[in-house]
């Protein structure tokens, strides 16, 4: 017997490049395992972005969760936000989304998620892979196979949804405007039709097919970013956001053009709390969070780990609000996962009630000090320094604007300045330990910039 291909796993996921680290034969056996764990007449939910490997395994899975007797409920293209708000409304045992990979360029991520639309846990994920090496399954019988159903309305509920969560009335009454890069994702499926709802204007980018000249990133590029900040500082919008390829993730853009870090964007958030919430977050996220928190009498709790390890935190704390470094934000009393849409409809909330400006109420937050270093780089090799050096450090979070590196427990942020060809690194601890962090990620930095 051939042994079988080990699973490509990194920072609990599994991925891989199609047809190289990740098959469709792959695929088909770790959705047997996974049909297998949930057991005959259980249901699943599927979804996948537009790249075609993604339809490509999700095909091959979805076979695998069917020869165990599992129903699939196919949402074709469609976002995590809206996977893991219908896995409830469906009674689904489980979900799975296939996106574009974060770790790597063109390649595909298998995010399983459990019956409350987290990510399975670690040990979980480790069950599956031992499971997957011994080739241990459970097919039924040819009368229980499993079918296979389309959720024709998912986008249509999911927006209903969302617009009886917020706010919607203030919305309206401010008429108010953004801009919006859909970096190639399913998310131009569903936002059109919600902010349409909401009376909110709209310029569009990137909402199309990913092409095919170009790697697929699950990211947006910094070039995409620097546009999108033009963009919304000329058409005189309220704010621009960019989504990452299954809109779980959002990065924020205020009228002035800035772009926001996930740190800042969530103390915008904490600040509509009522007094006495709770919050949680990874240990990656800045001070500003616990100086906006301590003014609103919220109690910050951090963890280490991953975003599902949040997830669970904030469920095991009644939380009202998570997030994490990585700009995923969480509004348990509408999903348990991360939403980047719900997070621009919430942002939106704010900006109605507040009435004043985002690049205003930014600007009133508490100012956070840093010490820091700049290393002159090329332009065109900032975006990839910056990944190697988020895949050298384990301890490490991607912000989509910024990396954050945790050296010698001193948490780091490593920002891009392309127009000055420079990246910049710092740190909020001023102590020689944060100044020796800073000096260690700037020699990498020099060290990996001379290389390429």
């Known amino acids: 017997m051939s042994e079988e291909p080990r699973l490509p796993i990194e920072r609990g996921r599994i991925h891989g490049i199609p047809n190289m680290e990740l098959t469709p034969e792959m695929a088909a056996q770790v959705g047997a395992v996974f049909g297998t764990v949930l ?18 395994f999700k095909r091959a899975f979805s076979s695998g969760l069917m020869s165990t007797g599992v129903t699939v409920i196919d949402f ?68 229980r196979i499993g ?18 969560f917020v706010d919607a009335d203030s919305i309206i009454a401010r008429s108010l405007s953004a801009t919006i890069d859909y970096n190639f994702g399913p998310a131009d499926n569903v936002i ?65 053009g800035n772009l926001l870090g996930p740190d800042v964007v969530a103390a915008l958030f904490i600040s509509m709390l009522p007094e006495r919430s709770t919050v949680v977050t990874l240990n990656y996220a800045s001070s500003l969070v616990d100086r906006v928190s301590a003014g609103r009498k919220v109690r910050v709790v951090r963890v280490r780990g991953s ?19 990585r700009g995923e934000f969480i509004f348990p009393a509408f999903s348990p996962s991360p939403d980047g849409i719900l997070a621009l409809c919430k942002l939106l909330e704010l900006l109605s009630h507040r009435e004043r400006n985002l690049s205003t109420l930014v600007s009133a937050l508490p100012q956070v000090s840093y010490y820091h270093k700049a290393v002159s780089v090329n332009p065109e090799h900032i975006e990839r320094v910056m990944h190697e050096i988020y895949i050298k450090y384990t301890n490490s979070v991607h912000e989509v604007v910024s990396v954050k590196v945790a050296v010698d427990n001193r948490v780091c942020v490593i920002e891009p300045d392309p127009e000055g060809g420079r990246i910049v690194v710092k740190t909020e601890d001023s102590s020689q330990a944060g100044r020796d962090a800073v000096n260690k990620l700037v020699e990498d930095i020099e060290l990996l910039a001379s290389s390429f």
């Open 192 to 256: 059109p039709d919600l902010l349409s709802e909401l009376s909110v204007d709209t310029v569009t980018l990137n909402a199309r097919r990913p092409p095919v000249t170009q790697a697929v990133r699950h990211l947006p590029r910094f070039s995409s970013l620097r546009v999108l900040s033009r963009v919304t500082k000329a058409s005189g919008a309220d704010l621009g956001v960019a989504f990452c390829t299954d809109a779980n993730r959002a990065t924020f853009i205020d009228d002035r």
């Open 147 to 164: 079918w296979v159903s389309y959720a024709e309305y998912i986008h249509e509920i999911y927006v209903s949804s969302v617009v009886g």
């Open 307 to 325: 975003t599902g390890d949040v997830v669970r935190q904030v469920r095991r704390h009644r939380a009202a609000f998570g997030f994490t470094s």
């Open 76 to 143: 074709h293209a469609a976002t995590t936000p809206e996977l893991t708000f219908a896995i409830k409304r469906f009674g689904a045992k489980a979900g799975v989304q296939f996106t574009v990979s974060p770790y790597k360029e063109n390649a595909v991520t298998l995010k399983l998620l459990n019956s409350l639309g987290a990510e399975i846990s670690q040990e979980r994920l480790n069950e599956i892979r031992r499971m997957y090496e011994t080739r241990h399954v459970v097919r039924t019988l040819p009368s």
């Open 39 to 56: 057991g005959s007449g259980a249901i699943v939910v599927t979804a996948r972005d537009y790249y075609p490997p993604s339809r490509m």
